[in-house]
T-cell receptor
């Protein structure tokens, strides 16, 4: 099973709302990732968790707050977002820890389409 | 310039072969990847090639790697309408560098 699931599929929120995106994998992978993708563009890395610890933050604004409660779950908490944050948010996972130079193959979820009004 | 470059569009007739090309500048990665993205969907891993290989074949997909020229290609044999999508090449280890994506349109 190479499935990464994400909920919700679509989310519409106002600039004053607080919401969360959820990602889950049951492949025993030890690294999990959040990406942001604008239309017709490649994904941009936001965060990497390796063995449940945050290993990379690509200078993402603090209105995005990641959380890794356990090795299977990854959340992205959203607060006070701007309209330009509207995008497809993709979660991915890979077998290895992700914090070394070893190679990982990343498997992506279907994404959450976020619209900020 | 960008680390990974791809042509942006490819139009192919159904049943023909498609070839999507990618060039990169940093050759330090162990693997290079091809991902497919259909409209409104996430990225689907199609195939990958280890950097010490020249070719990998997987059913209708053939990946060629020219390390000297830093050129990667994906050939899709007998292209079908379901192959219409954006194809991204990527290199890297845990931090992937993606190309801009090639939009493949299959016409009847």
């Amino acid at each position: 099973d190479t499935e990464v699931t994400q909920t919700p599929k679509h989310l519409v929120m106002g600039m004053t709302n607080k919401k969360s995106l959820k990602c889950e994998q049951h492949m025993g992978h030890r690294a999990m990732y959040w990406y942001k993708q604008k239309a017709k563009k490649p994904p941009e890395l936001m965060f990497v968790y390796s063995y449940e610890k945050l290993s990379i933050n690509e200078s993402v604004p603090s209105r995005f707050s990641p959380e890794c409660p356990n090795s299977s779950l990854l959340n992205l908490h959203l607060h006070a977002l701007q309209p330009e944050d509207s995008a497809l948010y993709l979660c991915a996972s890979s077998p290895d820890g992700g914090g070394t130079s070893s190679t990982d193959t990343q498997y992506f979820g279907p994404g959450t389409r976020l619209t900020v009004l | 310039g960008e680390d990974v470059e791809q042509s942006l569009f490819l139009s192919v007739r159904e049943g023909d072969s498609s070839v999507i090309n990618c060039t990169y500048t940093d050759s330090s990665s162990t693997y290079l990847y091809w991902y497919k993205q259909e409209p409104g969907a996430g990225l689907q891993l199609l195939t990958y090639i280890f950097s010490n290989m020249d070719m990998k074949q997987d059913q209708r997909l053939t990946v060629l790697l020219n390390k000297k020229d830093k050129h990667l290609s994906l050939r899709i044999a007998d292209t079908q309408t379901g192959d219409s999508a954006i194809y991204f090449c990527a290199r890297g280890d845990y931090k992937l560098s993606f190309g801009a994506g090639t939009t493949v349109t299959v016409r009847a």
